[in-house]
């Protein structure tokens, strides 16, 4: 017997959109979400970025920068869905928070400046959002400024993008008298008066400007669309029902961007703005099922977007609040109630979840459960971090967790007076824990611990959330570079006697030694000692002194390396010759002879691999030469250029901000360690001298 019920759980899921806000900062991300929240009633009060007043920019750093830092979640009912919201950084020192957020979005709406047009974050966030597959919608923002036109940056989007517009809006009115928009689906005008949106008849004049964009959007539709295409054919016009489908399942499959517009400062275009996430973007129930990833029970397994499968959730930011540590998921399969035990599934470990919250930016709101779709906050896990998947004991599955950036800035850190050191390394750790392109390391031969991030306004913003979070006092430095010291042109038959007669047994050894360059790095200890006039347990002592003696060079108290060390002759005595005689005579012996040789002074060094922009390849050369920098490849196309150069390590410091000022924010580069390399005279004087 056939039914016309329908399903609850296929109703919910088609009622959810899980979506992102993405640009370039001071595009209008954070105010586009808080009119969203003003619009659908979440707030009562409108939030402004200048008065420190947004509900997703609530951490105190974010209102004394007035840019958002951390990726927010918020949520919102709108024409009977439910829309949640990950306000997402537009600084590209955070592109990190912007990663894992994508992995778990769904849709995103991206916002562009109708002066800047495509920015060149916007651009980054675009590409990242390419690489996850996740459909857009496109919003460009402040049409009341002076100098907005849609046209050019709706012309940016097809150029820098590569993306086809879809502009399904006309505004009414330029810069300061801009009022409303003519919907072009409909074709009827939105006007707003006071925050009161009003619909109508499109007027005389903008009818025939109207109707040569809306034949405009038929015909770019029909070349994209086949159905869409036998339409326009047969009638010469599309049907409102039919472009609307076309639309969105261009939206869907990524062939084309749906453009609309507006002010959100005035809270001019938001509505339809919200109407076209409900009509365009995908349902968690459009989402392909996803498939679990490695080696071991759960690998190929996949969840269908389905309360009813087993549960499958993804972590992807952990914070440390006043209540307590929070573990933000995106439920892909199965039901969570409070209380359920669930299973780490790369470490085995099971938890057991102690608070379901929906979440509010800064706010949480209990729930007793949460299914397929949903994004919310737990409260109880203690091993989670982001990237960790999370699913039913009995039905294990590893998703893919989001890519992780290498750090490319390090600062040193300490504590400051009155701190504990021990205090200070937990809050790095717990740093570390939640934002995991943030790398905390101790160099091994500086002793320094380093804090390495993506960013200089990544690693500060780092420090001041030690600071002003944990109480602690953080000294922050420049990371000391690590220089070696070598043999250039060594010494033949040094003769060392060690003799130390201080009442009982005595001290002898006797050692003639070769010092010699080794090119390729290193250090080689042999010997060459005939009839028997050092026994071997003695020529191992020597071999352990030289290498006490390789900790600090004759030039500046730097390790050695590149040398090659025989033992040539040697004499012992009866009683007083041992290992220790000869180690220490080792020690003394090598330090003399590297004393006597023509030293040098080495630095590390790291091949860097820069893409720039073609129009910004002369000042990234000349900035990698003053930096001492040699460059060994280039190459060109598709308007941009990938520049391969050997740089000093000590030169890079700073390079991160230097590179985004020289190119507009558009260049990247990737590093990686490099041979030792030598000194120039100059500079080493220079070093030598401080």
Same mark, same amino acid.
């Given at each position: 017997?056939?039914?016309?019920?329908?399903?609850?759980?296929?109703?919910?899921?088609?009622?959810? %959109?899980?979506?992102?806000?993405?640009?370039?900062?001071?595009?209008?991300?954070?105010?586009?979400?808080?009119?969203?929240?003003?619009?659908?009633?979440?707030?009562?009060?409108?939030?402004?970025?200048?008065?420190?007043?947004?509900?997703?920019?609530?951490?105190?750093?974010?209102?004394?920068?007035?840019?958002?830092?951390?990726?927010?979640?918020?949520?919102?009912?709108?024409?009977?869905?439910?829309?949640?919201?990950?306000?997402?950084?537009?600084?590209?020192?955070?592109?990190?928070?912007?990663?894992?957020?994508?992995?778990?979005?769904?849709?995103?709406?991206?916002?562009?400046?109708?002066?800047?047009?495509?920015?060149?974050?916007?651009?980054?966030? *675009?590409?990242?959002?390419?690489?996850?597959?996740?459909?857009?919608?496109?919003?460009?923002?402040?049409? =009341?400024?002076? @100098?907005?036109?849609?046209?050019?940056?709706?012309?940016?989007?097809?150029?820098?993008?590569?993306?086809?517009?879809?502009?399904?809006?006309?505004?009414?009115?330029?810069?300061?008298?801009?009022?409303?928009?003519?919907?072009?689906?409909?074709?009827?005008?939105?006007? *707003?008066?006071? =925050?009161?949106?009003?619909?109508?008849?499109?007027?005389?004049?903008?009818?025939?400007?109207?109707?040569?964009? %809306?034949?405009?959007?038929?015909?770019?539709?029909?070349?994209?669309?086949?159905?869409?295409?036998?339409?326009?054919?047969?009638?010469?016009?599309?049907?409102?029902?039919?472009?609307?489908?076309?639309?969105?399942?261009?939206?869907?499959?990524?062939?084309?961007?749906?453009?609309?517009?507006?002010?959100?400062?005035?809270?001019?275009?938001?509505?339809?703005?919200?109407?076209?996430?409900?009509?365009?973007?995908?349902?968690?129930?459009?989402?392909?099922?996803?498939? $679990?990833? @490695?080696?071991?029970?759960?690998?190929?397994?996949?969840?269908?977007?389905?309360?009813?499968?087993?549960?499958?959730?993804?972590?992807?930011?952990?914070?440390?609040?006043?209540?307590?540590?929070?573990?933000?998921?995106?439920?892909?399969?199965?039901?969570?109630?409070?209380?359920?035990?669930?299973?780490?599934?790369?470490?085995?470990?099971?938890?057991?979840?102690?608070?379901?919250?929906?979440?509010?930016?800064?706010?949480?709101?209990?729930?007793?459960?949460?299914?397929?779709?949903?994004?919310?906050?737990?409260?109880?896990?203690?091993?989670?971090? +982001?990237?960790?998947?999370?699913?039913?004991?009995?039905?294990?599955?590893?998703? #893919?967790?989001?890519?992780?950036?290498?750090?490319?800035?390090?600062?040193?850190?300490?504590?400051?007076? $009155?701190?504990?050191?021990?205090?200070?390394?937990?809050?790095?750790?717990?740093?570390?824990? #939640? =934002?995991?392109?943030?790398?905390?390391?101790?160099?091994?031969?500086?002793?320094?611990?380093?804090?390495?991030?993506?960013?200089?306004?990544?690693?500060?913003?780092?420090?001041?959330?030690?600071?002003?979070?944990?109480?602690?006092?953080?000294?922050?430095? %420049?990371?000391?570079?690590?220089? %070696?010291?070598?043999?250039?042109?060594?010494?033949?038959?040094?003769?060392?006697?060690?003799?130390?007669?201080?009442?009982?047994?005595?001290?002898?050894?006797?050692?003639?030694?070769?010092?010699?360059?080794?090119?390729?790095?290193?250090? #080689?200890?042999?010997?060459?000692?005939?009839?028997?006039?050092? +026994?071997?347990?003695?020529?191992?002592?020597?071999?352990?002194?030289?290498?006490?003696?390789?900790?600090?060079? +004759?030039?500046?108290?730097?390790?050695?390396?590149?040398?090659?060390?025989?033992?040539?002759?040697?004499?012992?005595?009866?009683?007083?010759?041992?290992?220790?005689?000869?180690?220490?005579?080792?020690?003394?012996?090598?330090?003399?002879?590297?004393?006597?040789?023509?030293?040098?002074?080495?630095?590390?060094?790291?091949?860097?691999?820069?893409?720039?922009? #073609?129009? $910004?390849?002369? $000042?990234?050369?000349?900035?990698?030469?003053?930096?001492?920098?040699?460059?060994?490849?280039?190459?060109?196309?598709?308007?941009?250029?990938?520049?391969?150069?050997?740089?000093?390590?000590?030169?890079?410091?700073?390079?991160?901000?230097?590179?985004?000022?020289?190119?507009? @924010?558009?260049?990247?580069?990737?590093?990686?360690?490099?041979?030792?390399?030598?000194?120039?005279?100059?500079?080493?004087?220079?070093?030598?001298?401080?």
């Amino acid at each position: 017997m056939r039914t016309n019920r329908l399903d609850p759980a296929a109703t919910y899921l088609s009622a959810v %959109r899980n979506l992102g806000i993405l640009a370039h900062v001071d595009a209008g991300k954070t105010t586009v979400t808080e009119r969203i929240l003003f619009a659908t009633g979440a707030v009562h009060k409108r939030g402004e970025v200048h008065d420190g007043t947004t509900v997703t920019d609530f951490d105190p750093q974010e209102r004394d920068r007035g840019i958002t830092i951390f990726a927010a979640a918020v949520s919102c009912d709108w024409d009977g869905h439910r829309v949640n919201l990950i306000d997402t950084p537009g600084h590209v020192d955070f592109a990190d928070e912007v990663e894992r957020s994508l992995r778990v979005l769904d849709g995103a709406v991206a916002v562009f400046d109708a002066v800047a047009g495509v920015e060149p974050q916007s651009e980054s966030v *675009w590409r990242q959002a390419d690489r996850h597959g996740v459909p857009r919608i496109a919003f460009v923002n402040k049409l =009341d400024r002076a @100098g907005a036109d849609l046209d050019t940056a709706v012309a940016s989007i097809r150029e820098r993008l590569g993306a086809v517009p879809l502009v399904v809006q006309l505004p009414i009115g330029r810069e300061d008298g801009f009022t409303g928009v003519v919907d072009l689906v409909r074709m009827r005008t939105l006007v *707003w008066h006071d =925050d009161l949106c009003t619909a109508g008849p499109v007027g005389p004049a903008l009818l025939d400007e109207a109707r040569r964009r %809306r034949r405009l959007l038929e015909e770019t539709v029909a070349e994209l669309h086949p159905d869409a295409l036998e339409e326009f054919c047969a009638a010469s016009e599309l049907a409102e029902d039919t472009l609307e489908r076309a639309l969105r399942e261009l939206t869907l499959s990524g062939d084309a961007v749906v453009v609309l517009c507006g002010s959100a400062y005035r809270n001019r275009g938001i509505e339809p703005l919200l109407d076209a996430v409900v009509a365009y973007l995908p349902s968690p129930a459009d989402m392909p099922p996803v498939r $679990g990833m @490695g080696e071991g029970e759960g690998e190929g397994q996949e969840r269908a977007p389905d309360p009813a499968e087993p549960f499958a959730a993804l972590a992807f930011k952990v914070n440390a609040t006043a209540r307590g540590r929070l573990t933000c998921l995106r439920i892909y399969s199965g039901t969570l109630r409070k209380g359920d035990s669930v299973r780490d599934a790369a470490s085995g470990r099971i938890e057991r979840i102690a608070r379901i919250l929906r979440v509010q930016a800064g706010r949480h709101e209990e729930r007793e459960e949460a299914m397929a779709g949903d994004i919310v906050a737990v409260a109880g896990l203690k091993a989670a971090r +982001p990237g960790t998947t999370l699913c039913a004991p009995d039905a294990p599955v590893l998703l #893919e967790p989001p890519s992780v950036a290498d750090p490319v800035v390090s600062v040193a850190v300490e504590a400051g007076r $009155g701190t504990d050191p021990e205090r200070l390394s937990a809050a790095l750790a717990r740093l570390a824990e #939640e =934002d995991p392109s943030l790398v905390v390391r101790t160099d091994p031969e500086t002793g320094q611990t380093v804090l390495s991030g993506l960013g200089e306004l990544h690693l500060e913003v780092a420090v001041e959330k030690i600071r002003r979070d944990q109480g602690v006092a953080v000294n922050v430095g %420049r990371p000391r570079v690590s220089y %070696r010291e070598t043999v250039l042109r060594g010494v033949s038959g040094l003769v060392y006697r060690h003799v130390k007669q201080d009442g009982g047994a005595g001290q002898f050894a006797q050692v003639v030694l070769d010092v010699e360059p080794m090119r390729e790095g290193g250090f #080689e200890f042999r010997s060459t000692v005939v009839g028997g006039r050092v +026994p071997q347990e003695y020529a191992r002592a020597v071999e352990a002194g030289c290498r006490d003696a390789l900790a600090e060079g +004759p030039l500046g108290g730097h390790p050695v390396t590149g040398l090659r060390v025989t033992l040539t002759d040697g004499a012992t005595h009866s009683k007083d010759s041992s290992e220790p005689a000869f180690r220490a005579a080792g020690r003394f012996a090598l330090r003399e002879a590297l004393r006597t040789s023509v030293m040098g002074l080495l630095e590390p060094v790291a091949e860097v691999t820069v893409t720039v922009p #073609e129009d $910004g390849v002369g $000042g990234v050369l000349g900035d990698l030469a003053a930096r001492r920098g040699q460059v060994s490849a280039s190459t060109a196309g598709a308007g941009s250029a990938v520049i391969t150069a050997t740089v000093p390590l000590a030169e890079l410091f700073g390079y991160a901000s230097r590179l985004r000022g020289r190119t507009q @924010g558009r260049g990247t580069f990737s590093t990686r360690p490099a041979p030792l390399a030598p000194v120039p005279a100059a500079v080493a004087d220079a070093l030598l001298a401080r």
